[in-house]
């Protein structure tokens, strides 16, 4: 049984949770443009990828270290909470030490126990929230024993990612959703809030509304949804980025169960 407290970090907008920013950390220009834009449409939380997990070598691998100072000025700029991803207790460590409030799990990481534990055991007696992407594949045990590691290293405050699942060949999505494995997840433990992330289920912008449609129509949360001042110019996942402008129009037309 996995004990689960609530994120008092992410209190509720409009009984649901937003988290908006861009697939990565680029440079200054773009990320405070880009927070800015988002915190006037009224997102009160920023994602960006400081160390990005990329699938191919000698591609944007995120800026690192150094684009944690612009998390904290964001944070002191906009009064936004800011979260990031995190791989090994040495990106825990940096992200903490810079006032990051939530880390969260890329969904290669979940899938990989050594991975987690090695973070589990680098976040003992600390209380930050944690946010666990599901694994690549869709293997309930995995994500579940990711949530358990946390639990068992006393990280409480978590909550769960759907993103999609790996496929082979061209389908609809870039990864495909599985709703059922995400409802037997709610079922399991129905006090762990999951979000939806639109962006890395759809891979392209077209299917960002429905795919957050079907999920605020479910059981999730919210929503993580990448954002990016110029989208056509990001150096990660630029075929699904909006603008905050759109993401604006989006929420506005989402109708939302509350
Ligand atoms: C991301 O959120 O930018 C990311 C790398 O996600 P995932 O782990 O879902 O691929
Ligand atoms: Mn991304």
């Not at 880009?34 to 939380?45: E, M, R």
């Not at 534990?117 to 930050?128: P, R, V």
């Not at 790996?166 to 495909?176: E, H, V």
Request: proline fraction near 6%; glycine fraction near 8%; hydrophobic fraction near 40%.
């Amino acid at each position: 049984m996995i004990e689960i407290k609530p994120i008092e970090e992410l209190r509720d907008c409009n009984g649901k949770i937003i988290i908006a920013g861009p697939c990565s950390a680029e440079s200054e220009s773009q990320i405070f443009e880009t927070a800015l834009q988002l915190s006037n449409i009224g997102i009160k939380y920023f994602r960006a990828g400081i160390w990005k997990p990329r699938t191919r070598p000698s591609t944007f691998e995120g800026i690192g270290e150094s684009g944690l100072m612009w998390l904290k000025q964001i944070k002191e700029m906009t009064g936004m909470k800011v979260t990031t991803e995190v791989a090994k207790p040495e990106h825990v460590e940096k992200a903490l030490n810079a006032g990051v409030d939530i880390l969260w799990i890329g969904a290669r990481t979940t899938a990989s126990p050594f991975a987690m534990q090695e973070i589990a055991n680098s976040l003992k007696g600390t209380d930050t929230p944690v946010l666990v992407k599901n694994p690549i594949n869709p293997d309930i045990e995995l994500w579940i024993g990711a949530l358990e590691r946390l639990s068992l290293a006393g990280i409480k405050r978590v909550a769960a990612i759907h993103r999609g699942f790996s496929t082979y060949g061209d389908t609809k999505y870039r990864n495909t959703p599985i709703w059922e494995i995400a409802a037997e997840l709610h079922s399991m433990i129905p006090q762990l809030p999951i979000l939806c992330d639109p962006s890395h289920i759809g891979g392209s912008r077209e299917l960002i509304l429905p795919i957050s449609q079907k999920a605020m129509n479910g059981i999730y949360s919210g929503l993580f949804i990448e954002s990016h001042c110029n989208p056509d110019k990001a150096l990660s996942d630029n075929k699904q980025q909006i603008t905050p402008v759109e993401l604006s129009e989006i929420l506005k037309n989402l109708n939302i169960n509350l």
